[in-house]
Nanobody, 128 residues
Framework: QVQPVESGGGVVQPGGSLRLSCAASGFTAHFGTIAWFHQAPGKEREGVSAIGNDGSTYYTDSVKGRFTISTDNAKTTVYLQITSLKPEDAGVYYC??????????????????????WGQGTRVTVSS
């Protein structure tokens, strides 16, 4: 199975933390890059973080220092640890997988059309 499956969304207070998971069996064999995209209500889907098959990582400026992307040792799950949640972090988070291995190096990691497989998304609500 190559379809990413997200989980871990929920309701969190501002300033709180959350860990999103993306089950992506076959990362090593099939994917070069996996990324998390965020879609706020009424806005376009935007990339927030990506990880390459070589372990390289990439973050959009607004989440640096608050979001951390990682994989488990077997590279079957990609995590997005979110801390210091802000109201603008609310929305649906999508996990996407691409066959290309050079997206981070070539600054294409947040281009939606570079990704072959998308999950259904997991919703994060930030509310006190």
């Amino acid at each position: 199975q190559v379809q990413p499956v997200e989980s871990g969304g929920g309701v969190v207070q501002p300033g709180g933390s959350l860990r999103l998971s993306c089950a992506a069996s076959g990362f090593t064999a099939h994917f070069g890059t996996i990324a998390w995209f965020h879609q706020a209500p009424g806005k376009e889907r935007e990339g927030v973080s990506a990880i390459g098959n070589d372990g390289s990582t990439y973050y959009t400026d607004s989440v640096k220092g608050r979001f951390t992307i990682s994989t488990d040792n077997a590279k079957t799950t990609v995590y997005l640890q979110i801390t210091s949640l802000k109201p603008e972090d609310a929305g649906v988070y999508y996990c996407a997988a691409s066959r290309y291995r050079d997206l981070i190096r070539t600054r294409r990691a947040f281009l939606v059309y570079e990704y072959d497989y998308w999950g259904q998304g997991t919703r994060v609500t930030v509310s006190s």
